[in-house]
């Protein structure tokens, strides 16, 4: 036995003890709390309706006018925190609950915080409403909608535009994309296009340049930065940019990271790569 294991009190033992009890009832550290009771798989949405859930979601969707809400269940502190002081003035139903009602829509697992909303999913644009803006994001066959929606978080906050993804092989609008996105989902436009070559030569026909993230480009990204309009073009985890899209976009390019991991998480390498494209367009890089 250790000097350090030795050295142990009753009072350290009783503290351990309190500690093994604690993390066995709640998890590690850092993982959901869990409510008692058996886990809750959850209910599918009606038809053609998707359930946004979580603070920043809701309270965003509460703010688009563009966003057709088709009900509202809110715990009353969720409520509270939402800044709905009369809900009856809302056009449409509000019902206030126990987090257990939601919980039996959009499954234990899922951290609502006491708000949750159905709407009609927001109609994506077509490439040719591409609005005046100076950086979009485009997105190689991306799936995992926490990926996307962290992607669309960071979008957001770096000023792009637009978010332009396949109809394809993209994830659809849902609970878990738009809580990953925390609100970011009813800031910014989002595209599908059905061929994405074919996409990047009108964005190419718009003034884009636009930038393959590879991380064995030949290039590091802040010299392939040119232009007063940019398009970022990420790959799928894993699979990366596919051939053809590699030999469509202007240039690949990788990010500068001398340490012994060269690649990112494709939502982490998009925060990155927008920063950088932030700075060459307002004249910092």
């Given at each position: 036995?250790?000097?350090?294991?030795?050295?142990?009190?009753?009072?350290?033992?009783?503290?351990?003890?309190?500690?093994?009890?604690?993390?066995?009832?709640?998890?590690?550290?850092?993982?959901?709390?869990?409510?008692?009771?058996?886990?809750?798989?959850?209910?599918?949405?009606?038809?053609?309706?998707?359930?946004?859930?979580?603070?920043?979601?809701?309270?965003?969707?509460?703010?688009?006018?563009?966003?057709?809400?088709?009900?509202?269940?809110?715990?009353?502190?969720?409520?509270?925190?939402?800044?709905?002081?009369?809900?009856?003035?809302?056009?449409?139903?509000?019902?206030?609950?126990?987090?257990?009602?939601?919980?039996?829509?959009?499954?234990?697992?899922?951290?609502?915080?006491?708000?949750?909303?159905?709407?009609?999913?927001?109609?994506?644009?077509?490439?040719?409403?591409?609005?005046?803006?100076?950086?979009?994001?485009?997105?190689?066959?991306?799936?995992?909608?926490?990926?996307?929606?962290a992607i669309l978080r960071s979008a957001v906050a770096f000023g792009a535009g637009a978010l332009v993804t396949t109809s394809r092989h993209s994830p659809a609008e849902s609970g878990v994309l738009a809580k990953a996105a925390s609100g970011a989902l009813e800031h910014i436009d989002m595209i599908?296009?059905?061929?994405?070559?074919?996409?990047?030569?009108?964005?190419?026909?718009?003034?884009?340049?636009?930038?393959?993230?590879?991380?064995?480009?030949?290039?590091?990204?802040?010299?392939?930065?040119?232009?007063?309009?940019?398009?970022?073009?990420?790959?799928?985890?894993?699979?990366?940019?596919?051939?053809?899209?590699?030999?469509?976009?202007?240039?690949?390019?990788?990010?500068?990271?001398?340490?012994?991991?060269?690649?990112?998480?494709?939502?982490?390498?998009?925060?990155?790569?927008?920063?950088?494209?932030?700075?060459?367009?307002?004249?910092?890089?």
């Amino acid at each position: 036995m250790s000097d350090e294991k030795k050295s142990g009190t009753p009072k350290d033992s009783h503290y351990a003890r309190l500690r093994r009890t604690h993390r066995d009832q709640n998890g590690p550290a850092g993982a959901p709390v869990r409510r008692a009771g058996p886990p809750i798989a959850g209910e599918a949405p009606p038809d053609g309706l998707v359930r946004l859930y979580g603070l920043h979601t809701v309270r965003a969707a509460l703010d688009n006018p563009k966003r057709r809400i088709t009900r509202l269940m809110a715990t009353k502190n969720a409520l509270d925190r939402l800044g709905v002081g009369d809900p009856d003035a809302l056009p449409f139903p509000v019902e206030i609950v126990e987090p257990r009602a939601i919980d039996r829509l959009l499954g234990s697992d899922a951290v609502h915080q006491g708000a949750m909303i159905e709407a009609k999913p927001l109609k994506p644009k077509a490439l040719s409403a591409l609005s005046d803006t100076p950086l979009i994001l485009v997105l190689d066959q991306v799936t995992d909608p926490h990926n996307v929606g962290a992607i669309l978080r960071s979008a957001v906050a770096f000023g792009a535009g637009a978010l332009v993804t396949t109809s394809r092989h993209s994830p659809a609008e849902s609970g878990v994309l738009a809580k990953a996105a925390s609100g970011a989902l009813e800031h910014i436009d989002m595209i599908e296009v059905k061929n994405l070559a074919a996409a990047l030569d009108e964005i190419h026909a718009a003034g884009f340049t636009s930038i393959g993230l590879d991380s064995d480009g030949p290039a590091v990204l802040e010299g392939t930065l040119s232009g007063d309009r940019l398009a970022l073009v990420l790959g799928a985890e894993g699979k990366g940019l596919r051939q053809k899209t590699r030999e469509t976009v202007t240039a690949l390019a990788r990010l500068d990271m001398p340490g012994a991991i060269r690649s990112l998480n494709v939502s982490n390498a998009a925060a990155v790569s927008l920063y950088a494209a932030r700075r060459h367009l307002d004249g910092a890089g």
